[in-house]
C-alpha cells in the first residue's frame, strides 16, 4: 500500500518546505527542531531514572516493612528533664 520515501519524495518535500517558509527561515526551523528533540530525549531519559530511582525505593521500603519488630524490652524511653530547673 505504501512505499519507502525515495530521493524524488525528499525533493519535494523540501521544494515545498522552501516555498513555504523561505530559504532564510529553514535553519532556523532545523536548529529548533534539534533543540526541541534535545530536550525530549533529556526529559524522556528523566523519566525512565525516576522509574528506576522509584524501583530502588520500593524494593528499600519492602526490605524495611519486612524487618522484625523490636521487643519492649528493647525499646529506649527518653528521659525528660527541664533544661531549666527554675521553671514550675
Known amino acids: 500500500m505504501f512505499k519507502q520515501i525515495g530521493p524524488?519524495?525528499?525533493?519535494?518535500i523540501l521544494a515545498v518546505l522552501v516555498l513555504l517558509?523561505?530559504?532564510?527561515?529553514?535553519?532556523?526551523?532545523?536548529r529548533g527542531s534539534g533543540r526541541a528533540l534535545r530536550i525530549f530525549k533529556s526529559e524522556t531519559k528523566g523519566l525512565i531514572d525516576d522509574d528506576e530511582d522509584d524501583k530502588t525505593t520500593a524494593t528499600?521500603?519492602?526490605?524495611?516493612e519486612e524487618k522484625p519488630a523490636t521487643l519492649p524490652s528493647d525499646v529506649v524511653q527518653?528521659?525528660?528533664?527541664?533544661?531549666?530547673p527554675d521553671t514550675p
Open 8 to 12: 524524488m519524495e525528499i525533493v519535494l
Open 21 to 30: 517558509f523561505g530559504a532564510k527561515k529553514l535553519p532556523e526551523l532545523a
Open 60 to 64: 528499600t521500603v519492602k526490605a524495611v
Open 78 to 84: 527518653p528521659t525528660t528533664y527541664d533544661k531549666h
